[in-house]
Nanobody, 128 residues
Framework: QVQLVESGGGLVQAGGSLRLSCSAS????????????VGWFRQAPGKEREFVAA????????DHANSVKGRFTMSRDNAKSTVYLHMDSLSPEDTAVYYC?????????????????WGQGTQVTVSS
């Protein structure tokens, strides 16, 4: 089965930057990482999980949530079976556990229920 592992979270001051990574291994029903569209989501305490960004299995321009446009950039490297989320101008409102998730096919999606495989999450804390 495809497994996802996030890394790169931590504590950063407001205005700072972090880069999250999500590495994939294994395969499901013969599908490898390159067969999956991948998304980033985040969940703050007491809040629902929300969409951050997604990129199709074919690459191309990622979709970003309005709340992070211009500050966050998602990318993927199929050769390394890894996606990244580069985060700039972080604010305390960005504090959350960040998850990567994968779904077969090329269509991106913003609803968490559309994703089949999830990582364990990585904590991002932004201090004021």
């Amino acid at each position: 089965q495809v497994q996802l592992v996030e890394s790169g979270g931590g504590l950063v001051q407001a205005g700072g930057s972090l880069r999250l990574s999500c590495s994939a291994s294994g395969r499901t029903n013969g599908r490898t990482f390159s067969s999956y569209t991948v998304g980033w989501f985040r969940q703050a305490p007491g809040k629902e999980r929300e969409f951050v960004a997604a990129v199709s299995r074919d690459g191309g321009s990622p979709d970003h949530a309005n709340s992070v446009k211009g500050r966050f950039t998602m990318s993927r490297d199929n050769a390394k079976s890894t996606v990244y989320l580069h985060m700039d101008s972080l604010s305390p409102e960005d504090t959350a556990v960040y998850y990567c998730a994968a779904r077969p096919g090329r269509a991106t999606a913003t609803y968490p229920g559309n994703y089949d495989v999830w990582g364990q999450g990585t904590q991002v804390t932004v201090s004021s």
